[in-house]
Nanobody, 125 residues
Framework: AVQVVDSGEKSVQAGESTTISCTFY????????MGWFRQAPGKEREGVAC????????EYTDSVKGRFTASRDNAKNMLYLRMSSLKPEDTAKYYCAVGKDKSCPQLAESEFRYWGPGTQVDVSS
């Protein structure tokens, strides 16, 4: 069975940086794309970033471009999201997910199949 384990909760000040990660068990991560999603209180879950199987191609939602960096280490089956210049509106529960394919056709939940339990990131002003 596939298991996804998230890193711990993060609490930072606006303007600061932090990194969250996921570790995947029960699959070879190099066979799939990986994604990050987030859900703020009272809002729907939205796609943040998708990274293809090799890590050489990453797509971001507009609100995080230039501030967030997704990366992966296939040897360790790990996925990372480096978040910089954080804003209070980035406060959300962040989810990592395993894609259905090697590429990132679109940043939509329907393109992913295994999900982590979520990591809370709080950004205070």
């Amino acid at each position: 069975a596939v298991q996804v384990v998230d890193s711990g909760e993060k609490s930072v000040q606006a303007g600061e940086s932090t990194t969250i990660s996921c570790t995947f068990y029960g699959l070879s991560s190099r066979d799939f794309s990986m994604g990050w999603f987030r859900q703020a209180p009272g809002k729907e879950r939205e796609g943040v970033a998708c990274i293809n199987w090799s890590g050489r191609r990453v797509e971001y939602t507009d609100s995080v471009k230039g501030r967030f960096t997704a990366s992966r280490d296939n040897a360790k089956n790990m996925l990372y999201l480096r978040m910089s210049s954080l804003k209070p509106e980035d406060t959300a529960k962040y989810y990592c997910a395993v894609g259905k394919d090697k590429s990132c056709p679109q940043l939509a939940e329907s393109e992913f199949r295994y999900w982590g339990p979520g990591t809370q990131v709080d950004v205070s002003s």
